[in-house]
């Protein structure tokens, strides 16, 4: 079974507005990645936040992790058409496998 | 390095014929994880190795897969009697310990 559930689901916006992706897990975990996959294509990894960080930034891409809540954030300022894609995060648990919710589909309309 | 190579990246075949999927992992890496993805869902677990060690295979997985990994160096993934559902995207993907995972292109499999 999968671990993360994303929200939401699909997601459609303005170039240039910000999107925002949840996603919320249900043990307790190591690290927390994120994801994105462009159609037909691999993942690619775009940022890890550890259990013990609660924000972590990296370009226009920002994440936060609340592990209360067993929920994360991802959010993408400023979008660009090339941000269509689908995102997935993916935990890990323990010392055990890497494990992934359903994905969000970004479509960034220009 | 090039990253994790995966071949080959399509295979067509007929319902219950055996085929054999081949990844190589980034070489310093002793992890390495076989997902399988169907249109619009996210990669579902299969098994994943440390080093030569399979450490663990999903339960939704039939005795008809089995993957290996000798020498904790590549990995082959085979499917025997293949059936139409096992058509998907099959990804590999390579990461030390519990750290980021690369993937590979993945080799989209069409059973007819």
């Known amino acids: 079974s999968q671990q993360g559930e994303e929200d939401p689901q699909a997601l459609s916006i303005q170039e240039g507005e910000n999107a925002t992706m949840n996603c919320s897990y249900k043990?307790?975990?190591?690290?927390l990645q994120w994801y994105r996959q462009n159609s037909g294509r691999g993942l690619v990894h775009l940022i890890l936040?550890?259990?013990?960080?609660r924000e972590k930034h990296s370009g226009r891409l920002r994440v936060t992790l609340d592990t209360s809540k067993k929920s994360s954030s991802l959010l993408i300022t400023a979008s660009r058409a090339a941000d269509t894609a689908s995102y997935f995060c993916?935990?890990?648990?323990?010392?055990?496998?890497?494990?992934f919710g359903q994905g969000t589909r970004l479509t960034i309309n220009p | 390095d090039t990253g994790v190579s995966q071949n080959p990246r399509h295979k067509i075949t007929k319902r219950g014929q055996n085929v054999t999927f081949r990844c190589d992992p980034i070489?310093?890496?002793?992890?390495l994880y076989w997902y399988r993805q169907t249109l619009g869902q996210g990669p579902e677990f299969l098994t994943y190795?440390?080093?030569?060690?399979?450490?663990?295979k999903s339960r939704l997985l039939s005795d008809r897969f089995s993957a290996e990994r000798p020498k904790g160096s590549f990995s082959t993934l085979e499917i025997q009697r293949t059936e139409q559902g096992d058509s998907a995207m099959y990804l590999c993907?390579?990461?030390?310990?519990?750290?980021?995972?690369?993937f590979g292109q993945g080799t989209r499999l069409t059973v007819v």
């Open positions: 190795f440390q080093n030569e060690a399979q450490l663990e």
């Open positions: 070489s310093e890496h002793n992890r």
């Open positions: 936040i550890r259990s013990n960080e």
């Open positions: 993907a390579s990461s030390f310990d519990q750290g980021i995972a690369f």
């Open positions: 993916a935990t890990v648990q323990g010392a055990q496998k890497l494990v």
């Open positions: 043990t307790s975990i190591n690290n």
